[in-house]
C-alpha cells in the first residue's frame, strides 16, 4: 500500500466541525444540567436545606433586638437582613465550591484528560462549568429569598433599587467567579482539600457580616471582611432590598466601585495562579490524577 | 501447595481487626494534616461566629423561654453538639462512599476482615476523630470567650449519659443511611435529611418553646432524638439539672426508648445494603 493510499485511507473525510465558544458553554450547561437532574432526590434535599437555613432565623430574629443594624444604618428588620445574608452566601459558595466539585468529579471519574484531548481548552471547560454552577445557584438563591418572602422578610424594592440590585448581583456574580478560577488552581495542584475555597467560606462567614453587621467585630478584626467581594456585595444588596437605596446612594456607588476594582485587580492574578497551577500539572502529567 | 501455603494463620480475633481498622483509618486521616487543621479552624469559627450573633440577641427573651441569658452558651451546646453529630452520623456512609469509588471495598470484602468489624472501626473512628473537636469547641468557648456553665459532678454525670444515648440513638441513623448508600451509592440523603431537620427543627439555635405557635413543626421535631439529647444536655450545663431532674429523666427514658427501636433497624438496614451488593456483583460500582 503506498503512503498517499494510506493517508486517504486513514484520513477523515468530513472536516472537523469548528464550535464556537458560546456554544461549548451550552453544552457543558446542557451536559450538566442533565447529570444533576439525574438526581432528582438531591436536588429536592439541597433546596429543602437551603429553606430550612432561612427559616430557622426566623425563630432567630424573635430574640433578636435590631439596635446593631439600626447602628449599620439598615432597617430594623433582622430576618430580612439574615435572609439576604444567608442566601447571597450561599449562593456564592454553591457556585465557588462547586467549580472545584467539578474539576475534582471529572478526576475522579477519569474523564478530565478526555475533556482536554479534544478541542475544548480548560478555559472554555472553566466557564462552561462556572456559568452551570451559576445557574443552579440562581434558582437556589430566589427560592431562598421566596422562602423569606413568605415567613416574613421585607423587601423594600422599587425600580431604582431593583436595578441597583442587579448591577451589584452582576458584579458579585463576576468577582466571584475570580474567586473560583483561584480556587480551580488550587485544586488542580493540590488534589485534596481546597484551602481557597475552605478559606473564602469560613472567612465569609465570620467577617463578611452575613448574620450580623460589621460593626459588631472589634476594630482590628473589621479590615478583614473587606478583603472579600462578599462583604460589599451584601452591603449594598442589603442597602437595595432592605432601605430601597437606588444608584444614587452614595453608599451603594462605594460598594460598586469597591467590586469593580476587585475584578480588575484580582481576575489577571487569578487567571496568572491558574495558568501557573494548570501548566504545571501539565507538565508533570497529573493532570487526571486525584 | 507448599509455596501458596500461608505461613502466618489470618488474624480472626475481632478485638485485633477492630483494632486494625481504626488505627488505619488515622493514619489514613493523619496523611491529610491540611484537612484537619482546616477542621478545626472550621470548627472554631463557627463558634466565634456565634459570639458575635449572640450580641444580638435580647438576653431577657432568652432568659423568657428558661434557658439564662448566655446565648453564646446556649448556642454553643447546640452547635457543638450538632456538628459533632453530623460528623459521626456521616463517618460510617462517607467511608463506605470513599472505598467504593476507590475500588477498594471490595479488596476489604475478601480478606478476612469482617465486614461489621469493619463499620464499627469506621463508626469508632468518626467518634474519636469529632472527639478532639467538641472538646476544642467548649474549650475555645470556655476559656476564650468566657461561656460559663455549670459544671458539677451531678450536671456533669447527667450531660454525659445524654451524650452516650444521643449517640447511641442517632448512630443506628448512620447505620440506616449507611445501608442506602451502599445500594444507591451518591450522595447521602438520609443523613443530610436528618441533619437539616435537626438543625433546624431541633433548636440548635433559637429555644424550642418559639414552635409553640406551629403545632406541626412542634410535633416533627419531638420525632428526632437529637430534640431530647440537645433539651436535656442545655438542662445539665446550663441550668445544673442532674439525673434526678424530672426533665432530664424524660429525656434520657425517650432517647432510650429511640436506641431500642432504632439499633436493630439500623443493623439490619445496614446488613441488607451489604448483602445486596454483594449479590449483585455491585460491591465497586459506583
Not at chain 1, 433586638?65 to 428588620?77: C, E, F, K, R
Not at chain 1, 418572602?149 to 475570580?178: D, E, P, R, W
Request: proline share 3%; aromatic share 12%; glycine share 8%.
Amino acid at each position: 500500500m503506498k503512503l498517499e493510499e494510506i493517508i486517504e485511507f486513514l484520513g477523515e473525510r468530513v472536516p472537523r466541525l469548528e464550535v464556537g465558544v458560546l456554544e461549548k458553554v451550552r453544552a457543558f450547561v446542557i451536559r450538566d444540567f442533565k447529570t444533576w437532574w439525574t438526581y432528582r432526590l438531591w436536588v429536592l434535599l439541597d433546596i429543602t436545606g437551603a429553606l430550612t437555613s432561612v427559616a430557622t432565623y426566623y425563630f432567630v430574629s424573635r430574640i433578636v433586638t435590631p439596635t446593631a443594624l439600626v447602628n449599620a444604618g439598615y432597617t430594623a428588620d433582622f430576618l430580612t437582613f439574615t435572609v439576604i445574608g444567608i442566601s447571597f452566601q450561599h449562593y456564592v459558595w454553591s457556585s465557588v465550591s462547586g467549580l472545584s466539585e467539578a474539576i475534582r468529579d471529572e478526576q475522579y471519574d477519569g474523564t478530565m484528560e478526555t475533556i482536554l484531548s479534544s478541542r475544548t481548552s480548560f478555559r472554555v471547560f472553566l466557564l462552561g462549568e462556572s456559568v452551570f454552577r451559576f445557574l443552579v445557584g440562581s434558582y437556589f438563591l430566589i427560592a431562598s429569598l421566596v422562602m423569606g418572602l413568605i415567613i416574613g422578610a421585607k423587601f423594600n424594592l422599587t425600580l431604582g433599587s431593583a436595578l441597583a440590585a442587579a448591577i451589584l448581583t452582576v458584579l458579585l456574580i463576576a468577582s466571584h467567579m475570580v474567586v473560583g478560577v483561584l480556587g480551580a488552581g488550587a485544586i488542580l495542584k493540590l488534589k485534596q482539600g481546597d484551602p481557597i475555597v475552605w478559606a473564602f467560606t469560613w472567612l465569609t462567614q465570620l467577617f463578611s457580616g452575613v448574620l450580623y453587621p460589621l460593626g459588631l467585630l472589634p476594630g482590628y478584626l473589621q479590615w478583614v471582611g473587606a478583603v472579600f467581594p462578599l462583604t460589599f456585595s451584601l452591603d449594598g444588596l442589603r442597602r437595595c432590598l432592605m432601605n430601597g437605596e437606588d444608584l444614587t446612594s452614595i453608599a451603594i456607588l462605594g460598594d460598586a466601585a469597591k467590586l469593580v476594582v476587585f475584578i480588575v485587580v484580582m481576575l489577571p492574578v487569578s487567571l496568572w495562579v491558574f495558568k501557573v497551577a494548570y501548566d504545571s500539572t501539565r507538565r508533570e502529567g497529573a493532570l487526571g490524577q486525584y | 501447595m507448599e509455596i501458596l501455603e500461608e505461613d502466618k494463620p489470618h488474624v480472626k480475633l475481632p478485638l485485633r481487626q477492630f483494632y486494625g481498622v481504626v488505627w488505619s483509618s488515622i493514619k489514613m486521616m493523619l496523611a491529610y494534616k491540611s484537612w484537619m487543621i482546616m477542621d478545626l479552624l472550621s470548627t472554631f469559627a463557627s463558634v466565634v461566629m456565634y459570639y458575635f450573633v449572640g450580641l444580638q440577641v435580647n438576653p431577657l427573651s432568652l432568659s423568657q423561654s428558661g434557658w439564662g441569658t448566655s446565648y453564646l452558651a446556649f448556642a454553643l451546646i447546640g452547635v457543638a453538639s450538632s456538628n459533632y453529630l453530623w460528623s459521626c452520623l456521616v463517618r460510617l456512609s462517607h467511608s463506605i462512599q470513599h472505598e467504593i469509588r476507590g475500588g477498594t471495598l471490595e479488596t476489604i470484602a475478601v480478606t478476612p476482615v469482617n465486614m461489621m468489624t469493619f463499620f464499627i472501626g469506621q463508626t469508632v473512628r468518626g467518634y474519636l476523630v469529632s472527639l478532639i473537636l467538641l472538646v476544642g469547641v467548649f474549650v475555645v468557648g470556655i476559656t476564650g470567650l468566657g461561656v460559663q456553665f455549670v459544671m458539677t459532678s451531678a450536671s456533669l454525670m447527667a450531660a454525659l449519659v445524654l451524650f452516650i444515648l444521643m449517640l447511641i440513638s442517632n448512630q443506628a441513623l448512620g447505620l440506616i443511611a449507611a445501608g442506602i448508600i451502599m445500594v444507591h451509592k451518591r450522595g447521602d440523603p438520609i443523613a443530610f435529611l436528618v441533619a437539616s431537620m435537626n438543625e433546624f427543627l431541633a433548636g440548635v439555635l433559637y429555644p424550642l418553646e418559639m414552635l409553640a405557635a406551629f403545632p406541626l413543626l412542634q410535633a416533627i421535631s419531638m420525632m428526632f432524638p437529637y430534640t431530647y439529647a440537645l433539651d436535656g444536655m442545655r438542662r445539665a450545663l446550663i441550668l445544673g439539672a442532674s439525673l434526678a431532674d424530672t426533665g432530664v429523666l424524660t429525656d434520657i427514658l425517650v432517647l432510650s426508648g429511640f436506641s431500642v427501636f432504632l439499633m436493630p433497624v439500623g443493623f439490619v438496614v445496614l446488613n441488607w445494603g451489604y448483602r445486596t451488593i454483594r449479590e449483585n456483583g455491585s460491591t465497586a460500582s459506583y
